[in-house]
């Protein structure tokens, strides 16, 4: 009981420290920032991506030091995920990893204040719909990844290629989650996504502006 309660408290310092880093992040005018493209904050979230070119054939989204609060969120919230799974069990195990799983769906909502005006202006908001998919993907995927590697076991390998694997998986998922998300993101905060919504349930027809 005593052990559940801690980790109850580790779990919810861990969303003070997510919520906090989210309002520093929504109180940043990615408007203004998609606009004047601002280099990133910490250019070594895209270290592999950087070729040092100006004509780089994969561009690092522009948004300044957004691309690290986000970046430092959500890995503060894929660790926090993969300790429940891996420490809690039973009915416990289930709740806490619900709640996290929720916190970290609902992270943009917390963090991009530009929602609004993107919707209202016609625009389908991709960047989320991203980030919710490949979340799931990789919630699903870690809180069964027991069962997955008990299933598919190879005889040979010892409990430390289970480990590197998951490590290996984990940093893969999370670059898909974070770069996908920032590009979506930009094209969606400079309008030029082609992904429009049907102009009958927006408030303004973009076509007419």
């Known amino acids: 009981m ?3 309660v801690s980790f109850g408290w580790f779990i919810s310092f861990l969303f003070l420290v997510v919520i906090e880093i989210g309002g520093v992040a929504r109180s940043l005018d990615l408007e203004r920032i998609s606009e004047q493209k601002l280099p990133p904050f910490f250019i070594g979230l895209f270290y592999f991506l950087d070729t040092g070119s100006q004509q780089q054939q994969v561009t ?7 691309n690290f609060l986000h970046g430092a969120n959500i890995a503060i919230i894929f660790l926090g995920y993969v300790l429940v799974t891996e420490t ?8 806490f990893s619900l709640i996290t ?10 963090e991009v204040d ?3 005006d993107i919707l209202i202006d016609g625009f389908r908001p991709v960047s989320y719909y991203h980030h919710v998919l ?14 997955i590697w008990s299933a598919i076991e190879i005889e040979g390998f010892t409990p430390v290629f289970k480990d590197v694997f998951l ?7 999370y670059y ?10 930009e094209r969606e905060l400079d309008r030029i996504d082609n992904k429009k919504l049907p102009d009958k349930i927006t408030k303004t027809d973009p076509e007419e502006e």
């Open 114 to 116: 530009e929602y609004e």
């Open 101 to 110: 799983y929720v916190v970290w769906a609902i992270l943009p909502l917390l």
């Open 167 to 173: 490590i290996i998986s984990c940093i893969i998922l």
């Open 176 to 185: 898909l989650m974070l770069f996908g998300f920032l590009k979506e993101l």
């Open 60 to 66: 690092i989204p522009q948004l300044g030091r957004f």
């Open 2 to 4: 005593a052990t559940t």
């Open 134 to 147: 490949v979340v799931s993907a990789a919630a699903i995927y870690i809180y069964f990844y027991d069962y």
């Open 88 to 95: 809690t069990t039973g009915s416990t195990g289930i709740l």
